[in-house]
């Protein structure tokens, strides 16, 4: 079955580092790809989405590019705020039949000013 | 505009009980979604609505899981009777747009 495995955190960066975090999956077709973020006390809300092969997502500084021969969807952002601070799941999920999201089991990110 | 809205934020219960959970989407949005959340895990899908028929139901358990979404609107989770191993966060999200969910910001049981 459809499968997403992120990077074991928890990451500690200093703000201004660079930023990735990893994500590879495994899928029986050709899935749209998706990064959520949840910041501390609030829900999980998109970050950005990559819908075909070749196709980079961006939001906030954030970036991620739609890998299918590595089948990789990796999140970058050059130089990370303290206000980056949160958990981020990677996900994959289909356009038509349940459209349902597989999510990642995510991956905490403190940034220490 | 107003977000998912979902009660209560917090339940403790002992196993055996029963518990239920609510979610208000966004006004408008057709397919809702319950997803549970173990600790250290991502969410995982348990029950899809389009409007108020059920479109993927696969993970849900249903000798104690149940769900309902009357009018097309509101929905209600139920555990009963609940077990300690379905001590998570319950999110409900709602959505128009395949794969751009928007969440509520969940319910936390707590089965003792």
């Known amino acids: 079955g459809d499968s997403v495995t992120q990077m074991e955190g928890p990451v500690t960066l200093s703000e201004e580092a660079f930023l990735t975090i990893n994500c590879t999956y495994t899928a029986t077709g050709y899935p749209s790809l998706f990064w959520y973020v949840q910041y501390p006390g609030e829900g999980l809300q998109l970050l950005l989405k990559a819908t075909k092969a070749d196709d980079k997502g961006s939001n906030k500084g954030f970036e991620a590019t739609y890998r299918k021969e590595t089948t990789s969807f990796h999140l970058e952002k050059g130089s990370v705020q303290v206000s980056d601070s949160a958990v981020y799941f990677c996900?994959?999920?289909?356009?038509?039949?349940?459209?349902?999201?597989?999510f990642g089991k995510g991956t905490k990110l403190t940034v220490n000013p | 505009e107003a977000g998912v809205a979902q009660s209560p934020r917090y339940k403790i219960i002992e196993k055996r009980q029963s518990v239920a959970f609510w979610c208000n989407p966004i006004s408008g949005h057709a397919t809702l979604y319950w997803y549970q959340q173990i600790l250290g895990q991502g969410p995982k899908l348990l029950i899809q609505?389009?409007?108020?028929?059920?479109?993927?139901d696969s993970q849900l358990p249903k000798d104690r899981f149940s769900a309902e979404r009357l009018k097309g609107v509101d929905s209600t989770l139920k555990i009963q009777p609940a077990k300690l191993e379905d001590s998570a966060v319950y999110l409900c999200?709602?959505?128009?747009?395949?794969?751009?969910?928007?969440f509520g910001e969940g319910s936390r049981l707590t089965v003792l």
């Open positions: 996900a994959l999920g289909y356009q038509g039949g349940s459209e349902k999201l597989v």
């Open positions: 999200a709602s959505s128009t747009v395949v794969g751009e969910l928007f």
């Open positions: 609505f389009q409007n108020n028929g059920v479109v993927d």
